[in-house]
C-alpha cells in the first residue's frame, strides 16, 4: 500500500521553512501531495493559483511531490480524496504546538484513521512565517535567503502592483 501524506496549508507565500518540511517527509512518504488551502482568518496576497503555480515551480525538482489547489475545503476531505493517511505539520515553537495539536484533534473527530505528523523546524528556520515574509517584502526589505527564489520574484512583482515600497 502506497504510503501518501498530504501537506495542507494556505503557502501565501511558500518560504524555506515549508521546503524543508516537504524535503525531509519526501523521504518518509511514498508521495507528498502539498495542498495549498484556504486559511479563512488571514487575508491572502496571492491568488490560490497563483500559490499552486509559486509551490509547483519551488517543489518541480522533487519527483515524488506533487502540487494541488483545494481552497474552501476541509482538510481531510482532500486527504480522502488523495487517498493521504497521514497529514503534515511544521513546527517552529512550542505556540505552534499548542495550536497544531488542537487541529490534529479536530481531524481526528472528522477522520479517526488520519495520523498527523509533525516536523519541528531547524533553527535556520524556525523564525520564519509567511506573515513576516510578506511584512518584510512590503516594506522593501530582502526575503531571498528566505523563500525560494521563484518566490522572492513574484514577491517583489507583486509588492510594485500594490504600490508597496520596493
Request: proline content about 4%.
Amino acid at each position: 500500500m502506497k504510503r501518501i501524506a498530504l501537506f495542507p496549508g494556505s503557502f501565501d507565500p511558500i518560504t524555506n521553512g515549508h521546503l524543508q518540511t516537504v524535503q525531509r517527509a519526501r523521504t518518509l512518504f511514498d508521495e507528498v501531495v502539498v495542498a495549498v488551502m484556504t486559511n479563512a482568518s488571514k487575508q491572502g496576497l496571492f491568488t490560490p493559483e497563483e500559490k499552486k503555480a509559486l509551490v509547483a515551480a519551488a517543489v518541480a525538482d522533487m519527483p515524488n511531490v506533487r502540487v494541488i489547489a483545494a481552497p474552501d475545503q476541509l482538510t481531510v476531505r482532500v486527504a480522502a480524496s488523495v487517498g493521504a493517511k497521514f497529514l503534515l505539520r511544521g513546527l517552529r515553537n512550542e505556540s505552534d504546538f499548542t495550536y497544531e495539536a488542537g487541529i490534529a484533534q479536530i481531524n481526528k473527530t472528522q477522520d479517526p484513521a488520519i495520523e498527523t505528523v509533525f516536523f519541528y523546524a531547524d533553527s535556520a528556520t524556525a523564525f520564519v512565517s509567511s506573515s513576516m515574509i510578506k511584512e518584510v517584502a512590503r516594506f522593501g526589505g530582502d526575503v531571498s535567503g528566505l523563500v525560494p527564489a521563484n518566490v522572492a520574484a513574484a514577491l517583489t512583482a507583486k509588492m510594485r502592483m500594490l504600490g508597496s515600497d520596493v
